[in-house]
């Protein structure tokens, strides 16, 4: 036998049978001496990580970015600086809020999360397949996930917990009117668009700054299941969407997304009549249209489903220069959330030495020493700073865009002109068509008719009514709920 096809043990010794236990006689007890036994059984004792609290279930692949127009008098960013230049990357796509073992095709937003590997680190962007979210606040975030997930005593999914959230959270109004409608279940991965829903900022080599939003457009054509379809899969191929899109990239094909970006200049951030850092709104196209990029390419499977899509940590934090964070108070939070939940997931600090994370086309240099799953650790270099020993020193042409904020320290109610109910009511009764109004009434009322508690009801149905009163009303027809009682103050 070659020595390179030697079955070992995790210390590299070779193992010479696999088979039997190390046993005193046949039917002898097993010796505390098996050392390949205990080793095996340790480590599989160990195989399981913790799965994420959102996003458990998804599929990745590799590909690249392409830069096909020039934006660098928006962002100094190195993965944009030259039209043709390829960025490699690690995409990762997932439902939000059902376990590992959920299907794939459960009415649910789906997380589109790129970690582009530039020169100048990595830059994640780690957004959904829909251009908004439920909530404006990271401190309902908790929360918000908590009354998707299992009731506390019954462990059971609850329609009372999603419509209680819900009818005391009227801003989830937009998101919850795409969720039900007919892009609420994607045909898969490939067809859908991405987002990175909340903005961000952009500055250029000159230091000038932009707002922008980023947007990736199928070229796979969108494509969605209706409720009867979805559940009919469910019952046929739990992993039908990472099939889907193992299977098409196996097969020698691509997957494709054409990426825009929308700019706002600084100024009109507050003077605009929509608050452009309230992740629930949208940046009409009207008023910011939006500008090639360039374009993203998937073409390479994952050769170790656990290595890389599991272990893969994406984090709103991992940003370079040239790409900044905005003041959305959603987007704030998930900067220490994300990267906090990998540390512990993924069980140590240095999470970003894994493989599929590390940042392979920049040299990493700092101070930061030891901790589990410390590779490199510097080496012999100091591990503190300032020091006279040539350490890795400062970057001035780093530093982040300043600007001017003042105002009282407290914790405010969302305060903006622009109300909740405007973008989905646009949606409701001038995007869609009378078909796409009735699935949408359908699939609410499908959901809703769960719920066991009528002052539930009643108060989530009344968050419809206030969007388009024809909205609340279709829905509380259908579920047998006077109209009388959604207009009454009572509740």
Request: with cysteine; charged share 25%.
């Given at each position: 036998m070659s020595d390179d096809n030697v079955l070992t043990s995790a210390n590299g010794a070779p193992v010479s049978d696999n088979q039997n236990s190390l046993t005193i006689g046949t039917n002898g007890p097993i010796l505390l001496q098996d050392v390949h036994l205990l080793d095996k059984?340790?480590?599989?004792?160990?195989?399981?990580?913790?799965?994420?609290?959102?996003?458990?279930?998804?599929?990745?692949?590799?590909g690249y970015f392409e830069v096909t127009h020039d934006i660098t008098k928006y962002s100094k960013a190195k993965v944009f600086n030259q039209i043709g230049k390829k960025t490699p990357l690690f995409a990762r796509f997932s439902t939000v809020a059902g376990e590992r073992g959920s299907a794939d095709t459960e009415r649910d937003p789906r997380g589109?999360?790129?970690?582009?590997?530039?020169?100048?680190?990595?830059?994640?962007?780690?957004?959904?397949?829909?251009?908004?979210?439920?909530?404006?606040?990271?401190?309902?975030?908790?929360?918000?996930?908590?009354?998707?997930?299992?009731?506390?005593?019954?462990n059971l999914k609850s329609a009372d917990m999603v419509w209680d959230f819900f009818g005391l959270s009227p801003e989830a109004a937009h998101q919850f009117t795409i969720?039900?409608?007919?892009?609420?279940?994607?045909?898969?991965?490939?067809?859908?668009?991405?987002?990175?829903?909340?903005?961000?900022?952009?500055?250029?080599?000159?230091g000038k700054a932009f707002w922008t939003k980023l947007h990736f457009k199928t070229e796979?054509?969108?494509?969605?299941?209706?409720?009867?379809?979805?559940?009919?899969?469910?019952?046929?191929?739990?992993?039908?969407?990472?099939?889907d899109l193992f299977n098409h990239i196996a097969s020698g094909k691509e997957a494709g997304w054409k990426v825009f970006c929308q700019i706002m200049p600084f100024e009109d951030a507050f003077t605009y009549r929509i608050n452009p850092f309230d992740v629930t709104k949208v940046w009409p196209q009207g008023d910011y249209p939006l500008i090639p990029i360039g374009r993203m390419v998937l073409n390479r499977n994952p050769k170790n489903y656990f290595a890389e899509t599991e272990q893969a940590a994406f984090s709103p934090a991992h940003l370079?220069?040239?790409?900044?964070?905005?003041?959305?108070?959603?987007?704030?939070?998930?900067?220490?959330?994300?990267?906090?939940?990998?540390?512990?997931r993924?069980?140590?600090?240095?999470?970003?030495?894994?493989?599929?994370?590390?940042?392979?086309?920049?040299?990493?240099?700092?101070?930061?020493?030891?901790?589990?799953?410390?590779?490199?650790?510097?080496?012999?270099?100091?591990?503190?700073?300032?020091?006279?020993?040539?350490?890795?020193?400062?970057?001035?042409?780093?530093?982040?865009?300043?600007?001017?904020?003042?105002?009282?320290?407290?914790?405010?109610?969302?305060q903006h002109p622009n109300d909740d109910f405007e973008q989905p009511r646009a949606l409701y009764s001038k995007v869609m068509n009378d078909q796409e109004r009735e699935r949408l009434i359908k699939n609410i009322v499908g959901h809703m008719k769960n719920v066991t508690r009528k002052d539930v009801m009643i108060r989530a149905i009344?968050?419809?009514?206030?969007?388009?009163?024809?909205?609340?009303?279709?829905?509380?027809?259908?579920?047998?709920?006077?109209?009388?009682?959604?207009?009454?103050?009572?509740?």
């Open positions: 059984l340790a480590h599989f004792d160990r195989e399981r990580i913790p799965e994420r609290v959102v996003h458990a279930k998804g599929a990745g692949a590799h589109f999360a790129v970690k582009f590997y530039t020169e100048d680190g990595n830059w994640d962007l780690v957004g959904n397949n829909t251009p908004v979210f439920f909530i404006r606040d990271t401190i309902k975030f908790p929360d918000f996930i908590h009354s998707q997930k299992r009731d506390p005593q019954t969720l039900f409608s007919d892009r609420g279940i994607p045909d898969g991965y490939r067809h859908m668009n991405g987002y990175s829903s909340h903005t961000y900022k952009f500055v250029n080599a000159e796979s054509g969108i494509k969605n299941l209706t409720q009867d379809e979805a559940d009919r899969l469910k019952s046929q191929d739990l992993d039908y969407a990472t099939r370079v220069p040239g790409i900044e964070p905005s003041p959305d108070k959603m987007l704030q939070g998930r900067l220490f959330s994300y990267s906090d939940t990998h540390r512990h993924l069980g140590t600090a240095n999470y970003q030495q894994i493989p599929i994370n590390c940042p392979y086309r920049a040299r990493v240099r700092n101070y930061q020493r030891d901790g589990f799953f410390a590779r490199e650790n510097g080496g012999s270099e100091p591990n503190y700073e300032p020091n006279t020993l040539n350490g890795p020193r400062e970057n001035p042409n780093a530093s982040w865009h300043k600007f001017e904020v003042n105002g009282t320290v407290g914790r405010f109610s969302h009344r968050v419809f009514h206030r969007v388009h009163p024809d909205y609340g009303t279709r829905i509380a027809q259908g579920l047998g709920v006077d109209i009388s009682e959604i207009v009454s103050p009572k509740i």
